[in-house]
DNA sequence: CGGTCACTTGATCGTCTTCAATACCAGTGG
DNA sequence: CCACTGGTATTGAAGACGATCAAGTGACCG
């Protein structure tokens, strides 16, 4: 399931020395706000790290110490009931920063699905950089109110709609994952389990299973195998993920 | 159960000279972050509006054409689906700055519950504001972030617990309401209907009031009359709201 | 007093969960 | 090559929790 990383996950040489510069998920994080010249500033209030599949690289509760920055691979944010319910909150690609919780611990954890790179902020450091560069400031509040947007879409998913229209709504969502103004696709793969599926809707794996094999049965998507969705009637399930059956 | 303002919601003239320097909800708002010396550049950004009980003044799906800052009174805000269905994302008070969303139309709608007053900037004003006072987005990303992580909280809430802990964790977090470091009060009002309470935690009327004579009859609350709880049990309350039954 | 509105309480129903069995697939070593 | 293993997904049957439908209560107000 875990694609081979397109470039190696040890360090290269040449990234030790000018990192950011050469870093390709500049554009796609808030370091964009920072300009070419400042560049090796940015690398100093950094440090590299890397995360394997399945191990965790933030903890819910424990002293926030610093901020991340995903560079490559995708984890997933969740939170844990002491019986070990848990609830995933979100799906996080290149690109995406994490740790903005203004209290003093985690206010939840971070897994990593694939390989992850990181670029690690300690606190102090972020906020000198913030001090002196305020367009990274506006980065961070625009990715910020996206977030809460999305976060509110998700309320209403958890709070509101029926398992049909939960399975449908996230289907969607993954077809449009990473396009800015572009045709959503019709295939895509799922890079997480039915658990977590299940867990961020906030179901079960069966319902799941249950709930995909019976769009498929309506003709609505066609699963080729575990991992791989094709819409096949892309109108419909948008009328469904928006509960008008 | 809408209690009379405590000053009258019509204009002072005093306001329409200086508003901002008068204005009793600066500090508990983004405002703060304007030195003294600025105010009256504020106060030229923002227009002062009210609503009345029962009124929308933000509508999903509308162009966001301008921000908002209450500055009085108490609103919820809530997404719709077509056939009626609706989900409270958040009810919020006086400081509570709205419209954060980057897209170019709302992502929710604010009703007001009591009578509303705000202050009204519209997006260009507040870009040259945000512009010219970094520390005022400083503030907004922190708000940001308290609200994200607050939404992660409800998203475990909505996903993963039983109606029992969802009245008891939305019980808990209203005796906490509007206290910073200090001890959350016993006895409080909900200003709020069943009907926005069942909204908001993702159930329905009859199972709050269920739930809540069923808190009552194990003696952990108290009840005095439909709008005012007593928690006679916190620590049980607490252990219940994170699932350790 | 009749009206409305919000809340409460009861009985029944349905959706999703739970429990359990089976299928599937990749990797490993005989 | 094939049996074995562990993890993941699917499918079935039974059960529970909360929703729905319906009736009743109480407060407020013209």
């Given amino acids: 399931m875990n694609a081979l990383p397109t470039r190696p ?6 990234e030790a020395v000018e990192p950011c510069a050469r870093c390709d998920a500049r554009e796609r994080s808030v370091c964009n706000a920072i300009p070419e ?12 790290g890397t995360a394997a599949p399945g191990t965790t690289f933030i903890s819910e509760g424990e ?29 996080v690609g290149v690109g995406h920063f994490l740790g903005l919780a203004v209290s003093d ?20 450091k ?11 400031e506006k980065r961070l509040l625009q990715l910020a109110s996206n ?8 309320m209403l998913l958890l709070g509101r709609k029926t398992a049909r229209e939960r399975v449908a709504s996230f289907l969607l969502a993954q077809a449009r994952l990473g396009l800015v103004c572009q045709m959503p696709r019709a295939r895509f793969a799922l890079p997480m389990t039915r658990g977590d599926i299940a867990d961020y809707v906030g179901m079960t794996i069966e319902t799941i299973s249950r709930t995909l094999t019976k769009l498929r049965s309506d003709g609505l998507i066609d699963i080729p195998n575990a991992n791989d969705i094709v819409i096949l009637n892309r109108p419909a399930m948008e009328r469904i993920a928006e ?3």
């Fill in 63 to 91: 002293p926030a110490s610093a901020f991340f920055n995903i560079t490559r691979g995708a984890a997933k944010l969740y939170k844990l009931m002491p019986d070990g319910r848990r609830q995933i909150t979100g799906f």
């Fill in 126 to 136: 972020l906020r000198t950089l913030l001090d002196d560069f305020p367009a990274m």
């Fill in 9 to 14: 996950l040890v360090l290269d040489p040449r």
């Fill in 243 to 245: 509960g008008m059956n």
């Fill in 37 to 48: 010249a400042d560049l090796r500033r940015l690398g100093e209030a950094s440090s590299i």
């Fill in 105 to 124: 611990t985690y206010a939840f954890s971070a897994e990593a699905i694939d390989p992850v790179r990181y670029c690690r902020f300690s606190r102090p």
């Fill in 147 to 154: 977030e809460l947007v999305a976060a509110q879409e998700q």
